[in-house]
């Protein structure tokens, strides 16, 4: 389906014209109607589908073509993380560039400005509010936040949010909202906590389900079965042999990060680093570098995984296992986005074998599984095997007698009270 045909305003069809979009993605087509009738929506819709577009558009549409306070916030965004709240913002200033819509990015780890800036805004009406919950918190607490003319919420990666812990704040935010508004909610994953949460805040809601937990499949997934210390090696010949515009290397501790961008950079392979550590400021700059191809390749933890809309990254390398298959979802969804092909990898360790048969479960597939390199040395087979129980001893007395010394030649297992385990002592 084509954009013109969705009937938009044609000041919002210059910044979609403007941002190249040309035709709608499967949950573009099947939410914005939703959203143009005034019903209230649940959306499941994995990473790199382009819900945040589905719902930004048509909520523009109408504060276009219909009345709206302009001394009020009329539309309330909340999301899990500062990168996401920054990275729909840009594309809301995009999107409305040719038309009268103001916004702002309210978000925590910036100066004392910056909550000025946001305060005034607040205070003094702005049309779209993108927020994390616990920066728009603090702003509640003060009592200057114009909620009163509100007619949109939408809560975006609410299933992040619920990992993190956001659901109180959610529902705190909630209460200063007016009761008759249109709520949205977009989520890549709908566990049992997330229905509940949107049948309470929500009336009589479409439901559309966009593909849950599986990647694009023009994604070329392949893994690697190595030994530990191969990885970094072999990360380099990858990097060396074929040529990728944009890389991003995905790590489960900032520890890896360091030492794996440091050894690449020690290689004359350029690339920078994105974790916790970095300030708020420095990760922006390290997106920004990376968006405008400054920098071809990024080293990041989890931190990148959800909700940072780059389209044009053609390879991801898991350099460990992620902990489940839905982070592993989320991370080689960075690629593949919109209508782009793209290519993910994923280094497997002998103690990551079972997490990664795991993932493949979920994928109701095998992932296929590359030859590693002669030049590496020999690589362990794949077999991953649950661990062996440990087996009580035949009821075998450690004591010769009451009070006796153990055997020599026996082992002596301590039975503790708390949980029934035995313990080894000698």
């Known amino acids: 389906m084509n954009f013109n045909e969705f009937g938009f305003d044609e ?11 040309k035709q709608a993605t499967a949950v573009q087509e099947q939410v914005i109607p939703i959203i143009r009738a005034g019903k209230d929506l649940i959306a499941s819709a994995q990473t790199g589908t382009g819900k945040t577009a589905a719902f930004l558009l048509p909520i523009l549409n109408e504060l276009i073509t219909q009345e709206r306070h302009e001394d009020e916030v009329n539309a309330l965004v909340i999301v899990p993380t500062r990168e996401l709240a920054v990275q729909i913002s840009q594309n809301l200033e995009a999107f409305s560039y040719f038309t009268p819509i103001s916004s702002i990015a309210v978000y925590g780890g910036g100066d004392g400005s910056s909550f000025e800036s946001e305060k005034r805004a607040l205070s003094q009406g702005v049309d779209i509010v993108i927020c994390t919950p616990g920066r728009m918190i603090s702003h509640l607490a003060s009592g200057y936040v114009r909620l009163k003319g509100l007619k949109h919420l939408i809560l975006d990666e609410a299933d992040r949010m619920l990992d993190m812990g956001f ?18 909610l977009f989520s890549a994953t709908m566990p049992p906590k997330m229905r509940q949460m949107g049948l309470t805040i929500l009336k009589n809601p479409e439901q559309v389900n966009i593909s849950i937990s599986k990647p694009p499949e023009k994604i070329i997934q392949k893994a690697y079965i190595v030994y530990e210390p191969q990885k970094i090696p072999l990360v380099k010949s990858i990097l060396k042999d074929v040529q990728y515009n944009k890389i991003v290397i995905f790590c489960s501790r900032k520890e890896n990060v360091k030492k794996l961008s440091r050894e690449l950079n020690r290689d004359g392979i350029k690339n920078e680093e994105i974790h916790s550590d970095l300030e708020q400021t420095e990760r922006e700059n390290v997106l920004l570098n990376f968006r405008s191809g400054r920098t071809h390749t990024i080293v990041a933890t989890d931190v990148l995984s959800r909700g940072i809309d780059i389209e044009d990254i053609d390879l991801v390398i898991n350099f460990d296992v992620p902990n489940d298959g839905e982070d592993y979802v989320h991370r080689i969804g960075r690629t593949a986005r919109a209508e782009t092909d793209g290519t993910a990898i994923t280094l497997v360790s002998e103690m990551e074998q079972l997490k990664f048969l795991a993932i493949e479960e979920l994928l109701g597939h095998p992932v296929p599984k590359a030859e590693v390199p002669a030049k590496f040395g020999e690589a362990p087979r794949y077999d991953p095997q649950p661990k062996k129980k440990f087996k009580k001893p035949f009821n075998k007395k450690p004591f010769r007698k009451r009070g006796g010394l153990p055997n020599p030649f026996q082992r002596l297992f301590i039975t503790t009270k708390k949980n029934g385990s035995q313990r080894l002592f000698y």
């Open 167 to 184: 659901y109180d704040d959610i529902m705190k935010i909630i209460t200063y909202l007016p009761a008759e508004r249109q709520t949205l």
């Open 11 to 21: 000041r919002l069809m210059e910044g979609i014209d403007a941002m190249n979009y």
